[in-house]
């Protein structure tokens, strides 16, 4: 097995973005993407694969307490720096510290700014404030407004200080991502898929930003983390499934269904994963457990949203759809898009957009995160294949039933396209890609070249369709 990250990988990847970012925009030189996007592109693919490369070499011998301590410590750094820069270029950007579009964002903004004033005067019933409030808000969407007025409370409202909170919660997440990934695949690959992890640009973008997308993304993995010990370890009482269920019930109240995900995949582990893994007494005792639990802590208004999530599943996606296709500036081959053309590509997509939009800022600037992401696919896919033609599926069931339920539920979504929704299945795809990276071998590194090839198409085609899809070409 592999305990690094091969060159031979690493400099294709990078020398192919180089190639495809020259390219793309010399085909479609009439809408040039800006430099500022070039450079944070750059930065974000050289920093994760010449990052990965070095350090899955340098920390690979490291004892376990000390690799967990330069972890932390430096992907905390990594996201302070990048939020300190990005505070101050929105700011010149923009005219205020918010990214481009910020709709969202103002609205968690304003809601916290009032949730802070009601804490600072005693009134600590969050919830009965903000709907009184705002009409807007609701249950699911409750959690990162309660969480985000104790921040502003606790910082005199600073905008700045909110987003090193974020720097650390998403520092931690490595650290979870490399003890989840350690007890699945071992020691080598979970300090691989934690590098991967603190390099990743997408988690790193996410700091300096005011939506709930970093910490929804800890609680996830958080949840998932948990699980994973509870189930291989030896204490599974009441006071131990507790903790668990209390996140996902507060995952209920940043997105429902993700959350749904996250309890449907412990279920599924429980009852499915292999006996040399969780044993058929454990089984029975955690089953019966996680039932009491979910029907203690998931009941009433959370589930009536279940059902009304539900209930509005079909025509959700082709709504949006149209919508996108008929709004001033929208893409008229939109509605060509769905599921028949997500679900297969679940595990790559978003492509990265290398070229100018009006509007589409956010995407500029992120390309090189969907790029590396793109790319590090490849590993993704080849291990599950792997996994399922070996029939091992059911030693890692719970990191695999999430991450493939969750990608499932957004591919027949409103929000298959949108980077910000695939977030949260973004950690367990690092430790799938980290282990399909220690199998790599000269008979399966070969089909690398061939994946370059589908990315390039796939990348030239993207663009194609965003511009003619708008009238620009």
């Known amino acids: 097995m592999l305990n690094y990250f091969p060159n031979y990988f690493t400099s294709k990847a990078v020398k192919f973005y180089l190639v495809v970012l020259l390219l793309v925009n010399a085909v479609f030189n009439s809408y040039i993407m800006p430099l500022i996007w070039w450079l944070f592109g750059i930065v974000a693919v050289l920093g994760f694969f010449n990052g990965a490369k070095k350090l899955t070499r340098k920390w690979e011998e490291l004892p376990e307490k000390n690799f967990i301590k330069k972890l932390f410590w430096t992907a905390f750094i990594i996201r302070a720096v990048y ?6 270029l929105y700011t010149f950007l923009t005219g205020q510290p918010f990214e481009y579009s910020p709709g969202d964002v103002m609205f968690y903004h304003g809601i916290a700014q009032f949730g802070a004033e009601c804490l600072w005067d005693g009134k600590f019933n969050l919830t009965t404030q903000f709907l009184t409030q705002d009409s ?109 269920m209390l996140i996902a019930s507060y995952l209920f109240m940043y997105r ?38 979910v029907s203690f802590f998931i009941g009433g208004t959370i589930a009536t949203e279940i059902q009304e999530l539900w209930s509005a ?58 790029y590396v992401k793109n790319i590090m696919a490849f590993f993704v896919i080849l291990v599950l294949l792997r996994v399922i033609r070996e029939n091992r599926w059911r030693d890692y069931l719970l990191v695999g039933s999430f991450t ?16 910000r929704f695939h977030l949260p299945a973004l950690p367990f795809l690092l430790i799938f890609a980290a282990y399909g990276v220690s199998l790599m071998n000269n008979q399966s590194k070969k089909y690398y070249n061939y994946w370059l090839i589908f990315i390039f198409v796939a990348i030239v085609a993207w663009s194609w369709f965003k511009l003619a899809g708008r009238g620009l070409i």
């Open 136 to 244: 807007r808000i609701s249950i699911s969407d409750m959690g990162y407004p309660i969480y985000l007025s104790i921040i502003y409370a606790l910082t005199a409202k600073s905008i700045f200080l909110a987003r090193i909170v974020k720097a650390l919660w998403s520092a931690w997440m490595c650290v979870l991502v490399y003890k989840l990934a350690n007890r699945t695949f071992g020691e080598k690959v979970g300090k691989m898929a934690a590098i991967f992890a603190m390099l990743m640009p997408n988690f790193i973008y996410y700091t300096s930003m005011h939506l709930k997308e970093t910490e929804m993304v800890f609680l996830t993995v958080l949840f998932v983390e948990r699980a994973d010990y509870l189930m291989r370890g030896r204490d599974f009482t009441f006071k131990a499934i507790v903790p668990i």
């Open 313 to 370: 599943r079909e025509g959700n996606q082709d709504k949006m759809l149209e919508y996108r296709a008929t709004r001033e500036g929208g893409n008229r081959f939109a509605t060509y898009a769905g599921a028949a053309v997500f679900a297969p590509m679940i595990f790559v997509i978003p492509f990265p957009t290398m070229i100018y939009i009006s509007g589409q800022d956010n995407q500029q600037l992120i390309h090189g995160g969907n």
């Open 404 to 419: 493939i339920g969750y990608l499932m539920v957004i591919a027949f979504s409103a929000f298959a396209q949108s980077e």
């Open 83 to 88: 939020v300190t820069v990005m505070y101050f």
């Open 256 to 293: 429902t269904a993700l959350a749904a995900t996250t309890v449907f995949a412990l279920f599924t582990a429980v009852f499915l994963t292999s006996k040399k893994v969780l044993k058929m007494q454990k089984k029975i005792v955690l089953g019966i457990w996680v039932a009491v639990t």
